[in-house]
């Protein structure tokens, strides 16, 4: 069965079948091919965790099996309409040392403030040899996954005319957030955008009811 957008918001979900909710890297592949898919703005399998480990803000990038926001998706679709998700400790633990997820640094990410809450750094198809090495670590997991697909997806990125960002939350937000509720770790939920709006990616939403779609299989 092939793989389609379902319309909706992130509780639609729980229509897809087992392990077939897309990745933002398996979009942007996808989407070298297939132009109508540029111009939808999806949700993503991605979860985006964040937590301060030794005193350094960290965001950590997971794949699906490792999104605690999917995991408990009625719980948490509501708590971030509402503000941020906390994670339960064990479980987040568990996810940020899994080896499938890529640990970044926020404070390396040199991110351009948006406003009190999050930031973004620019992916600059043309100049990616300026990204630093947590920018470019969070790039290629983000556009890639690999050297080979994040060279051809760039290339593509050229073509459209177009220059991504990431958008994650701010290292002194993520502390203090963390700090005031006493928690060691929050979660979001994260969207890719369409090339409309530059295929930024989003690893900052916490409004999970907002319309768009869901790239898998019923």
Known sequence: MALEN?????????????GTFQHVDEITIERRTKDGLRHQQLYTADGALYTVQKGKP???????????????IDKTSWQLI????????????????????????LEELRLVIEDYR???????????????????RAAQRIYGPDEENFGLNMEMFVEAGITPCVFVLMPDYVQSTLRDADKEFLGQASRLCD????SDFRAIIDFACFLGALRGRH
Do not use: M
Not at 88 to 104: F, Y
């Open 6 to 18: 379902i319309i909706g918001n992130l509780l639609n979900y729980k229509e897809l079948g087992l």
């Open 195 to 198: 090339f409309n709006s530059y």
């Open 118 to 136: 999050y930031g973004r750094f620019e992916v600059d198809p043309k100049a990616v040899h300026k990204l630093n090495s947590e920018q470019r």
């Open 58 to 72: 960290l965001w950590a990038i997971t794949r699906r099996p490792q999104n605690l926001v999917l995991q408990n």
């Open 82 to 105: 509402n503000g941020n998700y906390f994670l339960d400790a064990e479980a987040a633990k568990k996810s940020l040392e899994h080896e499938d997820s890529v640990v970044i640094d």
